[in-house]
Each structure stands twice: as structure tokens, then as C-alpha cells.
């Protein structure tokens, strides 16, 4: 064991602040990883702030991690002292149901363990995210940070990107697609980055007139305003997908209405019930599919990594001192980031 300092919320009021926690010595599939750069996702917020209910305080959030290896366990064959890697959302998995055997542990039938705020499988003890010095992650989880890329820019592709490329590729979006993407925060701005390399027509949603430049920035063809009643109407059925990555309950029926025939919605965003209503009309005349997607598993996050890698694809972010951390949390609450915070954690180790 040993003791590396880190941030924590100590209950749903407390706000971030310094606190020291404990990080196992390294089992033999373990790598010991000394963290560069945190990505800060609104999932770390709504932890922080007990929204979803099910915190275990104190708690240590991010799960956008990148650093360099520093040790390994003695059975680790994939990793080496000095490598760049990352740890995304998960750090264990039971790794024998179909899920897991198919390389899909996000979809573990046993549940997946969460990066912080889950519970250790062999000890019980509650896992820390990437707010701290150091982490110790066995190799099944560990993912290869290719050298091309930014390391702190690749660092929300752990989350943002991976929740945005699995669904684009499960669906074989590609070349002769018309994209629909809602909303252009830190995963709209890469569902459209994606959607576009892979050779989609890719049109964003927006409700802000002030974000039309910098989605064509991003790649976007074409932006559509979505309370713009004559835009919308011209764009009735003419979609073959739509990756909706609105987090808050908003109308999908415009956007089902949206889609061609057998087109399909697809959901990355949004975690609550579904209001106003859906109607059946526009699903059962087209032939039309609502779809969710959660994250992607370890084999897809590396293919993901080294597609971007290829195509020159990061992440928009804006660095930030860990002691700023509670600006940041609020700044993320109106929306005011271009697209992603990442922690340096230079700054919490001086
Ligand atoms: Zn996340
Ligand atoms: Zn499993």
C-alpha cells in the first residue's frame, strides 16, 4: 500500500479538496500508473454532487486518464515502464460472462467496476479515480496511448470519444450516410469529428446560433438551429442516423421524424425517463429504431485510440490547475467550456 494524494468530496455539499488515499500494491496483472492528466466529465460531477444517488463518500472521481507506466505486476506481458497509457471508465469486469468474452465490458452482466465510486472484487475497497498522483489498474484494463496523439488532448477520448465512436461503428456509420448529431458539447464535438472521418454527411443540431462556427470547425457540413421551425421541417426524413448527446430530457420526437426509413436514434446522453412522450407514429410508419450505446469495451477503446491516431483526431480541452477544480465544476454547469477541462496533475504534485 501506499499513500499519494489526490481530491476528494467528502459529502454532496463539500465541494473538491485535497485528501490523501491508499493504492494497493501492485497484484501480478497489475500496472502501476503515475497520472499526467484527468479529463473532467459531467459524470464526475453528478458523482460529486450525489445526483444519480448510490455516492460512497469520500469519493475521487475522473475517469479520462493518461500517464506512464511506472511498475507492473510480475505476470504483466502488454506493459512496460515509461509507457504512455490510459484507464477509461472501468477498471474490472467478471471477464467470463458473454459480454466480457466478446470483449464488451460495459455491457458485463455482473456489472462492470467503476473507475472511482465502485467496489474492488477482491477487497471490497472502494475504487479512487484519476484526481490523484497515481493509480493501480490490472493490464486487462489498461489501454495504449499511441504516440501521435496529445496525451492530454487523448485524455477525454476515454470517455467522450469512446461513448461517441462505439455507436458510429456498431451501426457501420460510414461513406453515402446523412449523420445527425445533437448537441455540441464534449461528446457532440467528437460524435461530429468521428462521424466525419469515417465519411458520413454530417449535420449538427444545435439550439445556440453561436455555436455554427466552430461545428463546421469540427467538421459538421451543415448546422441546423433546432428551434428553427422551417429548418427542421426541411430536414424531415432525410437522416440515416441521428447520435443524440443531449444529457437532459428534451422532445425526441422532431428527431425521429428526422430519420429516413429505417433510420435509427441513437442515445449516449441522456439517463433519465424519456418526456414529452414518444410517439409510436413516426416509429412504426418508418420503420424507425430508437437505439442507446453506452461507452465501448477495452478492444474497441484501443481500436478507437489508434483510429484517432491515424486521423488526427483529439479532443478540444482547456488545461486546468487542480486547485480550480470547484470553478470548473461550476463553469461545466453553464455549459462554459470549450469542450473538455483536463486536470494537469503537475499542479497537485507541486
Ligand atoms: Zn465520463
Ligand atoms: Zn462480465
Known sequence: MSEVRAYAAQSPESGLAPFSIARRAPRPDDVVIEID???ICHSDLHTAYNDWGGTVYPVVPGHEIVGR???????????????VVGVGCMVDSCRTCASCADGL?????????GTY???????????????????????????????ALDPAAAAPLLCAGITTYSPLKHF????????????????????????????????????????????????????IISTDEAGMEAALASFDFILDTVPVPHDLNPYLNALRRDGTLILVGLLEPIEPALQAFPIVFGRRRLAGSLIGGLPETQEMLDFCAENGITCDIEMLDIRNINEA????QRSDVRYRFVIDLATLKS
Open 172 to 223: 457501420d456509420v460510414g461513406k453515402g450516410h446523412r449523420v445527425g448529431v445533437v448537441g455540441m458539447g464534449g461528446l457532440g464535438h467528437m460524435g461530429v469529428k468521428f462521424a466525419r472521418a469515417l465519411g458520413a454527411e454530417v449535420t449538427v443540431f444545435t439550439r445556440s446560433a453561436s455555436k455554427v462556427e466552430e461545428a463546421k470547425k469540427h467538421g459538421a457540413h451543415h448546422v
Open 329 to 332: 465544476y461550476e463553469r461545466m
Open 117 to 147: 465510486n465502485g467496489q474492488d472484487r477482491h477487497d471490497g475497497s472502494p475504487t479512487h479515480g484519476g484526481y490523484s498522483e497515481r493509480i493501480v489498474v490490472s493490464e486487462r484494463f489498461v489501454l495504449r496511448i499511441p504516440a
Open 69 to 83: 507506466v511506472t511498475a507492473v505486476g510480475a505476470a504483466v506481458k502488454d506493459f512496460k515502464p515509461g509507457e
Open 105 to 113: 465490458e460495459q455491457y458485463c452482466e455482473q456489472g462492470w467496476v
Open 37 to 39: 492528466y484527468c479529463g
